[in-house]
């Protein structure tokens, strides 16, 4: 599933068909319409998603026992309803896993700030590789899995995510 967050970018585009349509007089007004498009349209971001296994319950030991490695926990001060929140790896990339209390939590309470932060991290990417502020290059979660009552994040592509719960038994 890509989520596509384009409803600006709709309203956008109809209110610069309308300044034309309504034979505007002013081309700036026009060409402001489609500036504000364009700058709407920038900010639009296809997210890789995924939601599996929703009758199942997770645990860290669940994902170590699958090859996951576990590095070390995040406060879940910030992201409502977490019980725990774990950074590791799997397959060679960076993979953070936040757990739920069941999988309608996930989805209720975890999705929208999982979105929120990979927006932000799209937002500083510079032509498809992201950078730190030294102009190096840094770890980024491009994409989630909702699997069971946990939220898997995943650097660069989805590809890490998926493989690690297809590796769950």
């Given at each position: 599933m890509v989520r596509r967050w384009s409803a600006g970018v709709i309203v956008a585009v109809i209110l610069a068909i309308s300044a034309v349509g309504c034979g505007?007089?002013?081309?700036?007004?026009?060409?402001?319409?489609?500036?504000?498009?364009?700058?709407?349209?920038?900010?639009?971001?296809?997210?890789?998603?995924?939601?599996?296994?929703?009758?199942?319950?997770?645990?860290?030991?669940?994902?170590?026992?699958?090859?996951w490695k576990k590095s070390k926990e995040?406060?879940?001060?910030?992201?409502?309803?977490?019980?725990?929140?774990?950074?590791?790896?799997?397959n060679q990339r960076d993979l953070e896993i936040r757990f739920f209390d069941d999988h309608n939590a996930a989805l209720k309470q975890g999705v929208q700030v999982v979105e929120a932060a990979i927006i932000e991290n799209v937002k500083r990417s510079r032509g498809g590789e992201l950078l730190d502020i030294?102009?190096?290059?840094?770890?980024?979660?491009?994409?989630?899995?909702?699997a069971?009552?946990?939220?898997?994040?995943?650097?660069?592509?989805?590809?890490?995510?998926?493989?690690?719960?297809?590796?769950?038994?």
């Amino acid at each position: 599933m890509v989520r596509r967050w384009s409803a600006g970018v709709i309203v956008a585009v109809i209110l610069a068909i309308s300044a034309v349509g309504c034979g505007s007089s002013s081309n700036v007004e026009v060409s402001q319409a489609v500036d504000a498009a364009s700058a709407v349209a920038e900010d639009s971001v296809d997210i890789p998603s995924q939601i599996v296994r929703a009758g199942e319950v997770f645990t860290t030991d669940t994902f170590v026992g699958a090859g996951w490695k576990k590095s070390k926990e995040y406060s879940t001060e910030t992201v409502p309803g977490a019980r725990e929140i774990w950074y590791g790896f799997f397959n060679q990339r960076d993979l953070e896993i936040r757990f739920f209390d069941d999988h309608n939590a996930a989805l209720k309470q975890g999705v929208q700030v999982v979105e929120a932060a990979i927006i932000e991290n799209v937002k500083r990417s510079r032509g498809g590789e992201l950078l730190d502020i030294s102009g190096g290059s840094f770890s980024a979660y491009n994409a989630y899995v909702v699997a069971g009552n946990a939220i898997l994040l995943c650097e660069l592509d989805i590809s890490a995510c998926e493989g690690l719960v297809n590796a769950l038994e």
